[in-house]
């Protein structure tokens, strides 16, 4: 009878922990449902989705960990300093670890994409009663960021099929003071490794511009994105 108590209390904080889990917003992705799904292979597996789970999770907690104050002309700094953090914490699945991180920048309340920017301390000048977007030298801004207000979508897998690569895009919204559309862009290697190129103000490569260049390229007989994109061994 022990041992069947015992079970028995096992099997329900499994299902308390399972739970749990679901209330994260990483937890859980779905896939987008398209007419081709039934006769198209997915290129990344459910391991593939854990590992996405852990970066994203890592780049949300990097954000969210960087909370400060700062000068409008120490942007550099702070995303250099952010920049510093993510590559410190999953540099072996960004590809090449050439990346840029740009969330400390136009710092306009008014152009609906302030990033995670706010300026409690009205910073910004005013000129003959208009308010500029130049901001006062020395007045601090704050970096805020918080990770549940990150809404992911279904996922879906994009082929890009001159440059040869398979994307696994999720698109996500951020319901801070301005909500901000973007999205988490994936790659995965032929050795299994699946690697962040771009989301959350962090970018590497864009596929759809190096496509892009890649069909221009192809019409004039050259292949110097093609060349340089293979570097990187993505499916």
């Not at 308010?131 to 805020?144: D, F, M, W």
């Not at 290697?189 to 192809?218: C, F, P």
């Amino acid at each position: 009878m022990k041992n069947m108590s015992l079970m028995a209390l096992v099997f329900v904080l499994l299902l308390v922990l399972g739970a749990c889990s679901n209330d994260s917003n990483t937890s859980v992705l779905s896939k987008e449902t398209n007419s081709n799904s039934n006769s198209q292979e997915s290129v990344f597996s459910s391991d593939d989705m854990n590992a996405v789970r852990h970066l994203i999770e890592e780049v949300l907690n990097v954000y969210e960990e960087e909370q400060q104050n700062f000068t409008s002309s120490e942007d550099d700094e702070v995303n250099e300093k952010v920049e510093n953090m993510i590559t410190e914490r999953i540099g072996e699945s960004i590809p090449g670890r050439d990346i840029s991180v740009s969330i400390a920048a136009d710092h306009d309340n008014t152009s609906g994409k302030d990033d995670f920017v706010e300026d409690p301390n009205d910073c910004r000048e005013e000129t003959d009663g208009m308010i500029s977007e130049v901001y006062e030298r020395g007045c601090k801004l704050n970096l805020v960021f918080d990770k549940s207000k990150v809404l992911l979508a279904e996922w879906k897998e994009v082929n890009y099929p001159i440059i040869n690569v398979t994307a696994l895009i999720i698109p996500f919204k951020y319901e801070g003071k301005d909500t901000i559309d973007t999205e988490f862009v994936f790659a995965k290697t032929i050795d299994g490794e699946v690697q962040l190129l771009s989301g959350l103000g962090l970018r590497v490569l864009n596929l759809e511009n190096e496509e892009e260049d890649a069909v221009e390229e192809k019409q004039n007989g050259e292949t110097r994105t093609i060349d340089r994109i293979s570097k990187y061994k993505f499916r």
